[in-house]
């Protein structure tokens, strides 16, 4: 069997049967062999999650099924990271309720998935100052072409607004999330 313009990348460890469960779903992904929940035995080790949580002050993203934590994240924000985005270009994460909208695959980093940035209440905040409350706001990995060393990714608030994490993490994130989740974003 051959598959072209595909690169499909394992790193798998005798330890770490989650890893390897991980790596099995998205080579299955990758290959178009159906949802891995079809899988047996492995449905019940990669619990879905249904909600995700963001604490800015941490910088920390939290992944729940129901009250049940599944993962914990280090995260980068915006380069202006304290206080609600209220305009575009302020550089500035929000902070709300809002949804994960759509993935990309092809965005300028590692993975993507789209916040459902501007909610209403920040489309009337911006329009009471007469600003453009700005948008594209992501959840996504490092830059694909980076502009800074390795390191500096991981120990600074370095993005426009999204909020950033590992390549590794963010796979886990991908795989644990789907669109239309709630995302709750708190200060």
Known sequence: MTYRGHVIIFTMSNQNRLLRAWS?????????LGPFSALPGFASEIAPADHVVVHKAEHK?????GSRLLGEYKVALGLSPVGTKEREHDFRTPEGRYFL???NTRSDFFLSI??????KSDELRARKNRWAPG????????????KHPADYYASNDWTDGCIALSNSDMVE???RTQDNIPIDIYP
Do not use: K, T
């Not at 099995?24 to 178009?32: D, I, K, Q, S, T």
């Not at 993203?61 to 099924?65: I, M, Q």
């Open 101 to 103: 909208a759509r993935r």
């Open 114 to 119: 789209q916040v459902s940035y501007p909610n």
């Open 135 to 146: 948008g594209s706001i992501m959840i996504h990995g490092s830059p694909n072409v980076p």
């Open 24 to 32: 099995l779903r998205a080579f299955c992904f990758c290959l178009g």
């Open 61 to 65: 993203l939290y992944l729940y099924s």
């Open 173 to 175: 994130v991908w795989l």
